[in-house]
């Protein structure tokens, strides 16, 4: 079992002519991922992989019933590549791209609201059910199927913390990166619920980072509503007040809001041990299990 | 991106928020013809990307021309938090009987922008919020539909804020959300607006901060940003492309991705290190990318160990390391001991290429760590 995706699921790649988009979508087709139409406005008729390619997603949906897409298109027009593949009738959109103005993620976060489509990211890596799917750029050979959710704002520090499990043999029922960016489609608290409800997923893995307060949002829903354990890790500790690290999201404000220090101080009143380094997570993972 | 006071006054201006009449200065001559034009009082206001100007001394209110010739002596060329003076405004002084904060910001737990008012303005409003949250006025905005002049009225009347000036007072808010969002801004403030004994109502401060994402779109605005006040490291590494922030320490952190640069960081503060700065590559970096951000690590002169931490996904272990051995292989004598640990995409590739007798190879991040930290201590 999964949450999300998983080798059913039916993806168009909407930038499939790009370079970026084109590469991923090869190594996303590699993966097993049942790639199955690309989306670029003008390109309609051509074939990438072998996948043919439609002016928009609505026809790409509706001609390969696919249900979910992952947008690789360049932050001035990736905001709208969004707004499309919410009004076509595709349950998931996985947006890639980073450096989206974040007044057109406000606008598209008043849309969510009153569609039934998710959306993961943007700036993330995507999501992957080891085994069968992969939706993004996660790098597949180093994910294991296994029983242990995770869930990240990082890219990279979801491969750390995945290599620090494997050495343990510990796989991973689905690992989902939600993006560094400000504001993002699916919290930390939406892909707990989900974790919570998946009967394969034993444990789970939250990486949070400094700025916001999504980390303690989900500190409260773990303390009322989970069963299912969970181990933390915060990036960002040493970070000084009012530098964006990396991240446009990653940001301890000049008032002191968004600090690691009280992002791991609400979990572990949740009752969350949060590892002082990427191993010991893996550690506390292996005393759940 | 910050915008100085007198550009943000600029843009409000032409936006026909009322502003005080107002002089951009940079030498003391420069001040004088500007009081002779503006008279008395007249403040005299440094214009620094640094909060608490009046409190540190960046702000004085010269009553005669001794006065302005002295504050304007004092005032440019001094430091501020870090910052040198290079410009004062001079702007024509405010005969206030109250003063209002008024502000728009993008609340990002809720995914929208919202409007503060507060009768408590001139002070700090952090302090407010924490303090007295009541004191401020919140309405948030759909931003597909902009703020309603129902709602700019709303919590403007909320605040408190007198009937008498009420309705200039919601035009100011309106007019300022229209800049937030046809600037793209992040966070638009003015504290204070002053309310004169006439009842008119004046923008005595202005605080406008851009989205850097947004820049692409906003070419006037990229024009503005003031490489002066970077700190010439980070000016460097803008042009290089990078992410970097430059911290206290002596450890100089290389790696990829956001979360994972922090992580490295936050592990040298753990092992009982200082991280000197915070670089991220990003995805798919190439050799030469590889040896400008050496070349970036080893420009700061508190450096005296380094540790170079990649986990591939897109990015090739083998591209990181043919870049770590080229930039490495022009020097005489490696000018800091270098860390390297590679993980991922080609790392063993990666691991085989690496000169041995130029950097130290580790396979763990906690070892690559604590080796870079051994040897910053050492080193000193």
Same mark, same amino acid.
């Given at each position: 079992m999964s949450i999300l995706v998983d080798e059913n699921t039916r993806v168009v790649v909407q930038g499939i002519t790009g370079g970026e988009g +084109?590469? #991923?979508?090869?190594?996303?087709?590699?993966?097993?991922?049942?790639?199955?139409?690309?989306?670029?406005?003008? +390109?309609?008729?051509?074939?990438? #992989?072998?996948?043919?390619v439609y002016d928009t997603v609505r026809e790409a949906a509706r001609e390969e019933d696919a249900d979910a897409s992952v947008v690789f298109v360049p932050p001035a027009f990736a905001a709208d590549a969004v707004f499309e593949s919410l009004d076509s009738p595709v349950d998931l959109v996985v947006a890639i791209t980073e450096g989206i103005p974040t007044q057109d993620m406000a606008k598209v976060n008043k849309r969510l609201s009153e569609v039934d489509t998710r959306l993961i990211g943007p700036n993330c890596p995507g999501i992957i059910t080891p085994g069968e799917t992969k939706l993004g750029i996660l790098p597949g050979n180093i994910f294991e199927s296994g029983d242990v959710g995770l869930v990240s704002r990082s890219g990279t520090l979801t491969y750390q913390v995945v290599s620090n499990l494997t050495e343990r043999g510990i796989g991973q029922t689905t690992a989902v990166g939600i993006g560094g960016d400000p504001i993002i489609g699916t919290s930390f608290v939406d892909a707990l619920e989900l974790f919570e409800e998946d009967p394969d997923t034993e444990a789970?893995?939250?990486?949070?980072?400094?700025?916001?307060?999504?980390?303690?949002?989900?500190? +409260?829903?773990?303390?009322?509503?989970?069963?299912?354990?969970?181990?933390?890790?915060?990036?960002?500790?040493?970070?000084?007040?009012?530098k964006r690290m990396g991240h446009a999201g990653a940001i301890v404000s000049g008032s002191g809001t968004g600090t690691a220090e009280s992002k791991i101080e609400a979990l572990n009143d949740a009752g969350v041990p949060v590892g002082d380094t990427p191993s010991e997570v893996a550690e506390h993972v292996e005393g759940f299990l | 991106m910050k915008l100085h006071e007198y550009q943000a006054k600029e843009i409000f201006a032409d936006a026909g928020i009322p502003v005080p009449d107002s002089r951009l200065a =940079?030498?003391?001559?420069?001040?004088?013809?500007?009081v002779d034009e503006i008279g008395y009082p007249a403040a005299i206001k440094a214009q620094v990307h640094v909060g608490g100007r009046g409190k540190a001394g960046g702000i004085k209110i010269a009553e005669d021309d001794q006065q302005a010739r002295q504050y304007a002596d004092e005032i440019l060329g001094m430091d501020l938090k870090g910052y040198t003076v290079d410009e004062v405004l001079v702007e024509a002084g405010v005969d206030f009987e109250n003063e209002l904060y008024v502000g728009v910001t993008m609340d990002r737990g809720e995914g929208e922008p919202v409007a503060m008012v507060s009768t408590e303005g001139g002070v700090d409003i952090e302090e407010v919020a924490s303090e007295t949250p009541d004191a401020i006025a919140r309405e948030h905005i759909d931003p597909a539909f902009g703020l309603h002049p129902y709602q700019a009225r709303g919590v403007v009347y909320e605040a408190g804020v007198d009937r008498e000036y009420a309705n200039d007072v919601a035009s100011i808010l309106t007019s300022l959300y229209d800049l937030f969002e046809e600037r793209d801004a992040s966070e638009i403030e003015v504290n204070p607006v002053m309310i004169t004994a006439d009842g008119d109502v004046v923008a005595a401060d202005a605080v406008?901060?851009?989205?850097?994402?947004?820049?692409?779109? *906003?070419? !006037?605005?990229?024009?503005?940003? !003031?490489e002066a006040a970077e700190d010439d490291l980070e000016a460097k590494a803008n042009d290089y492309g990078f992410d970097y922030v430059r911290l206290s320490g002596n450890v100089g952190i290389i790696g990829n991705g956001a979360g994972l640069v922090m992580t490295t960081l936050d592990l040298v503060d753990h092992y009982g290190g200082e991280p000197a700065n915070f670089l991220d590559i990003g995805g798919g970096a190439k050799a030469e990318r590889v040896a400008n951000a050496l070349d970036m690590v080893f420009s700061d002169e508190n450096v005296d160990s380094v540790v170079f931490n990649i986990f591939g996904g897109i990015t090739r272990g083998d591209e990181v390391a043919k870049g770590i051995n080229e930039a490495l292989g022009r020097f005489d004598e490696i000018p800091?001991?270098?860390?390297?640990?590679?993980?991922? @995409?080609?790392?063993?590739?990666?691991?085989?290429?690496?000169?041995?007798?130029?950097? *130290?190879?580790? =396979? @763990?991040?906690? !070892?690559?760590? *604590?080796?870079?930290v051994e040897n910053a201590e050492g080193n000193q």
């Open positions: +084109k590469f #991923h979508a090869g190594q996303m087709i590699d993966y097993g991922t049942n790639v199955v139409a690309g989306a670029v406005p003008g +390109k309609g008729g051509q074939e990438v #992989h072998g996948v043919p789970v893995v939250m990486c949070g980072e400094i700025g916001g307060e999504d980390e303690e949002q989900a500190a +409260k829903y773990i303390s009322q509503n989970m069963d299912t354990p969970v181990a933390g890790f915060i990036a960002g500790r040493t970070a000084p007040p009012g | =940079s030498t003391v001559d420069e001040v004088m013809d500007a406008m901060n851009i989205d850097d994402d947004a820049l692409f779109r *906003q070419p !006037d605005l990229a024009e503005m940003e !003031d800091k001991p270098v860390v390297v640990r590679l993980a991922g @995409t080609n790392a063993e590739e990666g691991m085989e290429i690496l000169n041995a007798d130029l950097v *130290q190879v580790e =396979s @763990t991040l906690e !070892d690559a760590v *604590q080796r870079a």
